[in-house]
């Protein structure tokens, strides 16, 4: 493989890796409004 | 307002049971085999220039609006695409037609989908045969087939494919007795129908939250698999890294049938080919499933105040995880390691990859029957938790528009559904109905939903109810720059997309439409699928919705 080919593939992993490492980080340190006011299911009617 | 069978409303159990269910919409067997083919064939590593591009200005605006639209459509007591168009487009008849583009649309891919998601069982369950022969459990699902999938050579493995999907004319599959490949789609079918039965949260949500982890898993431990192969055949050439240069290398030698080279492509040139920009653009489109109906049906049933600017982020990020990590490293480093530049060619076709290329390298492979048993079950999962997604907007619509339970609305799209499976199965000479049905409906239709989805969400729904939707419940910072790249840059760049595409695409299509009855009456089939999802549209606008506003959910952005 190539320095070029290096470049891209471990550009792309490092963004996609770091996006959803990101939104894991994110999900798991913030807190879920709706979750707290309303459980899942409530009737409405 | 659909609501369950006892008159509660329908909803996510989890926020991290939408995301799964999302993303298990979104990663399917164009994750696995189409991105490594397409990067292949469109310069390699130079194709993810394009690729990151149109993942930033198309990819994530366009989901981010399209979640925002399906809760706010949800809020308005809408689940299918039609009355999620029709509440956002001010209740104007139109943009529930849009909705009925997006209804029929996964609904008749769903048809041809669950055929190949009968192939992945087949594969799954002749591997597994092989795999439990030291156990005594030997078996195999054809006559004269051994258990396991081993051939002598590559003409072995393309029979067992054209043998298995009944390549070689039109009616094989319904000739024998008992087929096998009618049998396991028929089982596909049920599976369908039994999660779509049982609901979004007890089965959507219950199937994808064990079936996602578990693709994971298999997916990294076919990885490792992989880079743990040193160079088996000992051919110089053919390590891992040289199998992972042919798919990332930015310039490259073309080769000729023999192996010799005969030009060299670098950067420049391949970025300079619009062809290579448009399949970026059209991958990750097709990948994330954006207007596809599933995902603003899926986000229709977010509880009135769960978040969707972090939600439509994380689920993105999920699928190109297994698009470009896992789908970039898997399929093509194997084939070329095991066979090399030349025999591995072929990566064009998705199917020719997945169903030929592949079972010849698990064939060459230590332990090669549990590697393949454990690939085509980790497709076979992809593929179930994409096509349950595909069938959730018609069930939605029926419930909305004939008032039917949802254990009702189930029953009728998954007998539909099987109709037009049976269609796929009968016309498969050559795979025409599938390619027919593949072309118009999987690539046609999402492009012109997409133009006329951004039109509607820019330009009718509003800038400000977008703004204010994706604020509401936002676990981040609401990404109001979506609403601009939308407006002034994904609008323009999807519109010269769609252009080159239709001015590359269309000229030999319509012919082949023109000369063939198969086509023709595939078309047939989508128009009467359309007339019918329009007719239903029309009713679902005769019925007038309340907005958030009058539900008394929540605070409206209605504009």
């Known amino acids: ?45 | 307002m659909s609501r369950k069978s006892n008159g509660t409303r329908e909803n996510w159990g989890s926020q991290l049971g939408v995301i799964l269910a999302v993303s298990g919409s979104a990663v399917g067997l164009g994750n696995f085999l189409r991105f490594p083919g397409q990067v292949a064939n469109n310069g390699g590593g130079a194709f993810m220039i394009p690729y990151v591009v149109s993942l930033l200005i198309v990819a994530i605006p366009m989901a981010t609006a399209e979640w925002a639209l399906g809760r706010f459509g949800g809020r308005c007591g809408f689940h299918s695409p039609v009355g999620i168009y029709y509440s956002a487009g001010g209740r104007k008849a139109l943009w529930g037609a849009l909705g009925a583009l997006t209804t029929v649309a996964p609904f008749i891919i769903g048809m041809y989908y669950v055929f190949i998601e009968a192939w992945c069982l087949i594969y799954a369950l002749q591997y597994l045969g092989g795999v439990l022969a030291p156990l005594g459990l030997r078996f195999s699902l054809f006559q004269g087939v051994d258990a396991g999938l081993f051939f002598e050579d590559a003409a072995g493995y393309e029979n067992f494919f054209g043998a298995t999907v009944g390549i070689a004319k039109d009616g094989a599959l319904f000739t024998q007795a008992a087929s096998t490949t009618l049998l396991a789609t028929l089982a596909c079918v049920w599976i369908n129908f039994r999660l779509t039965y049982r609901g979004v949260s007890r089965g959507i949500e219950w199937f994808c939250k064990m079936a996602s982890p578990l693709i994971l898993v298999c997916a990294i431990a076919v990885i490792i698999r992989v880079i743990t192969l040193d160079n088996p055949s000992g051919i110089p050439g053919r390590s891992f890294l040289d199998g992972l240069g042919f798919m990332w290398n930015p310039s490259r030698n073309v080769l000729n049938e023999s192996g010799e080279v005969v030009d060299r492509i670098n950067v420049w040139t391949t970025l300079c080919d619009p062809g290579v920009w448009l399949a970026a653009t059209s991958q990750i489109f097709f990948s994330i499933s954006i207007c596809l109906g599933a995902v603003c049906t899926y986000a229709s049933y977010i509880q009135p105040r769960g978040d969707v600017a972090l939600s439509s982020l994380a689920s993105t990020a999920t699928n190109e995880l297994c698009e470009v990590a896992f789908g970039g490293l898997m399929s093509i480093p194997a084939a070329i390691m095991f066979l090399g530049p030349v025999a591995a060619g072929g990566f064009a076709s998705s199917f020719a990859l997945g169903f030929v290329v592949l079972p010849n390298v698990f064939g060459l492979m230590p332990l090669g029957q549990f590697w393949g048993f454990l690939f085509f079950f980790l497709l076979f999962l992809a593929a179930i938790t994409s096509s349950i997604s595909m069938l959730q907007p018609m069930v939605a619509l029926f419930q909305e528009t004939l008032s039917l339970t949802r254990e009702r609305s189930a029953l009728l799209s998954s007998g539909l559904n099987m109709l037009g499976t049976g269609v796929v199965c009968w016309f498969t000479f050559n795979l025409g109905a599938l390619d027919v049905f593949d072309f118009w409906v999987a690539n046609f239709l999402p492009l012109v939903a997409a133009i006329l989805q951004t039109i509607l969400i820019c330009f009718v729904w509003g800038s400000t109810s977008l703004r204010s939707e994706l604020a509401l419940g936002a676990r981040i910072k609401p990404p109001y720059f979506v609403v601009n790249i939308l407006k002034f840059v994904s609008f323009p760049y999807m519109l010269l997309v769609v252009l080159f595409w239709g001015w590359r695409n269309m000229g030999s299509r319509v012919q082949e439409v023109v000369d063939s009855r198969v086509a023709q009456a595939s078309l047939a089939f989508i128009g009467l699928s359309l007339v019918l999802t329009l007719a239903l549209a029309i009713v679902l606008s005769k019925r007038r919705q309340k907005t958030p506003d009058e539900n008394n959910e929540t605070a409206s952005p209605e504009p």
């Open chain 1, 1 to 45: 493989m190539t320095i070029g080919g290096w470049i891209s593939m471990t550009t792309s992993l490092a963004i996609v890796i770091g996006l959803f490492g990101w939104c894991m980080y994110k999900l798991v340190t913030t807190k879920d409004a709706n979750a707290e006011e309303e459980p899942a299911d409530t009737p409405k009617e």
